[in-house]
């Protein structure tokens, strides 16, 4: 189904609640009765065009939004993205952790599988937290910077002495996935792991894990195929016109 | 595990589509290219070299009579063509397989699974157990040395080294070195508390 301005966001939910995370990510809280995406986003503030591309992207794998966000200012994609971030550091992950270390099992080994499991989601906690804050306190705002200037008519010095440092194609090539160490988590739990005495933990744990996988996905493809892209190309022409290589 | 690869050729959205849900519904497939430009299709057979080419009639009507002289003498790439409605199988006696348009689903599902046995035969895909060498790899892995050093530990070259890593995860289904000492720890591969 192709989301348009006019359908209801109650049907929405009803059609693919998994985009209830996406939605709420925006600030809409429940209770929106027969409203239309329309008058969601004009009570919330949302941008209208932006909300649809993200919502239709993830309701439906073949739907492309990179066009026309690649057309729309970088600072309303970062500033979704970051919102993401939050979601991922303050909601999710804790979360799962939380229910990972209810997991017991009744044998010799529930030491053992209860300390390497929160070792390993741990360590991956502190992945994820690097990566988004590298993303935060380096790259969104240089990248903001770079439209800034981008837009301006005149050139700035400040902004000559930080492009004469940084790069964002220095930080395109070395953007790591963020969910590799949960499709391993995945498996683990699947395959690997003894069976623990409560399936339905277990159960919930795998539900999360796919949901915040394609979550994750969805926001590295986002970084990759709008953001990096347009912010070079915008990084180039400026460095053309400050004659920087 | 390495994929059966497909290109599907097929101009129609909607066709292309249909097709692309078919083969994706196999977990031992993945499409390496959708092409939807007649010119093209040569090129990215030659370069990619997939298993399977799907090609709709259209696209070499001219050349039906021998579709493999369209393309290098090198690909391994098998044919299968598209065809709008039903025609005696006679005519396309290079064709490695036909889909119809009025085939139904468990024909076509049939079909494909047929096609793709021929590239991976069963009982093949469920050796995914480690060979003692692969433990090994595992094991220092989690202790936490580099490809560099598993090498000189192991007498094995660096090259050696990463074909294994590669081996071990498509086994396993786990890539990085935590989610690896997990998996060491659980199989008694390594204890606890060496791990790095
Ligand atoms: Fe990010
Ligand atoms: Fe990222």
């Known amino acids: ?245 | 595990m390495e994929k059966v690869s497909f290109i599907i050729a097929e101009k129609s959205f909607v066709i292309r589509t249909g097709l692309m849900k078919i083969i994706n519904s196999f977990t031992e497939t993945i499409i390496i290219k959708e092409v939807t430009e007649y010119k093209t299709i040569i090129k990215y057979v030659n370069k990619l070299n997939p298993d399977f080419l799907i090609i709709n009639l259209k696209f070499i009507e001219d050349a039906y009579d021998d579709i493999r002289k369209m393309f290098s003498e090198n690909i391994k790439t098998k044919f299968i063509i598209f065809t709008g409605t039903k025609r005696s199988k006679e005519h396309f006696a290079y064709f490695d397989e036909q889909i119809s348009v009025d085939d139904d689903k468990t024909t076509i599902l049939k079909k494909i699974q047929v096609l793709i046995s021929g590239i991976i035969p069963y009982g093949n895909e469920d050796n995914n157990e480690l060979s003692e060498r692969e433990k090994e790899v595992v094991k220092q892995i989690a202790l936490g040395k580099t490809n560099k050093e598993i090498a000189e530990e192991l007498f094995i070259s660096v090259h050696t080294v990463i074909t294994h890593r590669k081996n071990i995860t498509g086994k396993l289904g786990i890539k990085t070195v935590s989610g690896l000492t997990v998996y060491a720890i659980l199989n008694n591969i390594i204890e606890i508390n060496e791990a790095s």
């Open chain 1, 1 to 245: 189904m192709l989301i348009t301005k006019k359908t209801k966001l109650a049907e929405v939910i009803h059609q693919n609640y998994h985009l209830i995370p996406i939605i709420t990510r925006f600030g809409i809280n429940f209770g929106f009765g027969d409203k239309n995406v329309e008058q969601i986003c004009e009570k919330y503030d949302i941008r209208q065009d932006f909300f649809l591309e993200i919502i239709n992207a993830f309701n439906d794998e073949d739907y492309s939004p990179i066009n026309k966000l690649q057309n729309l200012p970088l600072e309303i994609t970062v500033s979704y993205l970051l919102k993401s971030h939050q979601y991922f550091n303050k909601v999710k992950l804790p979360h799962i952790e939380n229910l990972i270390s209810k997991l017991e099992w009744t044998s010799a080994e529930n030491k053992k599988n209860k300390s390497i499991l929160n070792k390993f989601f741990i360590q991956y906690r502190k992945e994820v937290t690097e990566h988004t804050l590298h993303e935060e306190n380096e790259v969104y705002p240089f990248i903001i910077e770079i439209e800034k200037n981008y837009n301006l008519s005149q050139n700035n010095i400040d902004f000559y002495r930080l492009l004469e440092k940084k790069s964002v194609i220095k930080y395109a090539e070395t953007h790591d996935e963020l969910n590799t160490s949960l499709l391993d988590l995945k498996n683990i739990i699947i395959k690997y792991l003894p069976p623990s005495d409560n399936i339905d933990i277990t159960e919930q744990i795998l539900n999360e894990i796919f949901d915040l996988e394609k979550d994750m996905k969805d926001h590295t493809d986002i970084e990759n195929s709008v953001v990096i892209p347009v912010a070079i190309k915008m990084e180039n022409k400026l460095r053309k016109r400050f004659n920087l290589k």
